[in-house]
């Protein structure tokens, strides 16, 4: 599907932007053009891969729609990642995050509608489901943005793929534990009983060539992923390290997070079916003929929601988990 095809990265030069095109060269596409904003990465990443004649690096915000247009000409596939992703920056700074999230997704709706792309794949988060900050919101708000653009008179198609936290990615949890238990020789831990989906950016990325080689247009496909506790995610990386007498100080939740991130609430479990045991799906309220036929064969999930808090890992195969990301 993708082979000799034009494809669209946008906020390609983050941590999933940097894999999927990692793997996007597997596919041996015509040209990928990697559409952000960061100067300083894009051209760290030119290197990186070797000036690869096929990657096309365009300095753009997804805010401004002239930008996606000119950027959009000719593409087959629209890779969106671009976002604003820490919660404490969106906390502070919602217009921001309204302006790059929300508005920036429908801007990479109106363009790829307007250049006739085939398809549009939406990166989404655990935080969109049940929102309880505004970056949750703002990627909700994309989601249905993006659900609502498959039901228009065009010929381009659209699916969201939600998943949890991706181990290592700019930001990620592993970074700042590794950095206080060597700098500090402590970590912070909001909360004892707070936990969290994992999985690596390999697998993640593995996930979303698969949602979108499959995907009819206008579901959620949502990961099935791995959990743990954050103090056991810690307390491997303590055993791990050379650092020794490692103390743990307990911060209490911050504004707007969740004890247990939530990938499939109760309200959406009611549209939901078990595709495989990689994903399930959420399906539209509303479906097209086309829809309901491709999963009348599935199974409606027996389950309430699907929290983090359930079927945890032990540390052990958090261990496993990281040293397969190479993190340990």
């Known amino acids: 599907m993708i082979k000799n095809r034009t494809i669209l990265v946008t906020g390609g030069t983050g941590s999933w932007g940097y894999e999927l095109v990692r793997q996007l060269l597997d596919f041996e596409p015509r040209e990928i053009r990697i559409f952000s904003r960061n100067e300083s990465n894009q051209f760290t990443m030119k290197q990186e891969f070797d000036n690869n004649p096929k990657l096309h690096f365009i300095i753009g915000d997804v805010k ?22 820490h919660v404490p920056v969106c906390e502070d700074q919602p217009i921001e995050a309204l302006k790059t999230n929300v508005i920036g997704t429908q801007n ?4 790829a509608i307007s250049c006739n792309v ?4 939406n990166i989404s988060t655990d935080k969109a489901s049940n929102p309880s900050n505004f970056y949750g919101l703002s990627k909700a708000m994309a989601e249905r943005l993006i659900i609502h653009a498959n039901t228009l008179n065009t010929k381009t198609r659209f699916v969201c793929i939600r998943g949890g936290n991706v181990l290592g990615t700019n930001g990620s949890v592993i970074h700042v534990f590794k950095k206080q238990i060597k700098e500090k020789g402590k970590i912070g831990i909001t909360d004892l009983n707070m936990t969290r989906f994992f999985l690596t950016i390999e ?12 995907s009819i247009g206008g579901e959620i496909f949502v990961m099935k992923m791995p959990s ?11 055993d791990s390290s050379d650092v020794e007498n490692v103390d743990v100080d307990i911060l209490g939740i911050r504004p707007g997070e969740k004890l247990h991130e939530l990938l499939l609430s109760e309200y959406e479990s009611k549209t939901t079916i078990t595709f495989d045991d990689e994903y399930f799906v959420i399906l539209p309220t509303s479906q097209s003929e086309e829809l309901k036929e491709h999963y009348s064969k599935y199974k409606p999930v027996n389950l309430l929601n699907y929290n983090s808090s359930k079927e ?12 397969k990301g190479r993190f340990i």
């Open 64 to 85: 401004e729609k002239d930008a996606l247009l000119e950027a959009c000409q000719g593409v087959d596939y629209i890779f969106h990642l671009a976002a604003l992703k």
């Open 108 to 111: 990479v709706i109106d363009a």
């Open 118 to 121: 085939h398809s549009v794949v």
């Open 203 to 214: 697998e993640a990325i593995k996930l979303v060539f698969k949602a979108t080689f499959e």
């Open 228 to 238: 743990c506790k954050i103090i056991d995610l810690a307390q491997v990386l303590i």
């Open 312 to 323: 945890l890992m032990s540390k052990d195969e958090i261990k496993e988990i990281l040293q």
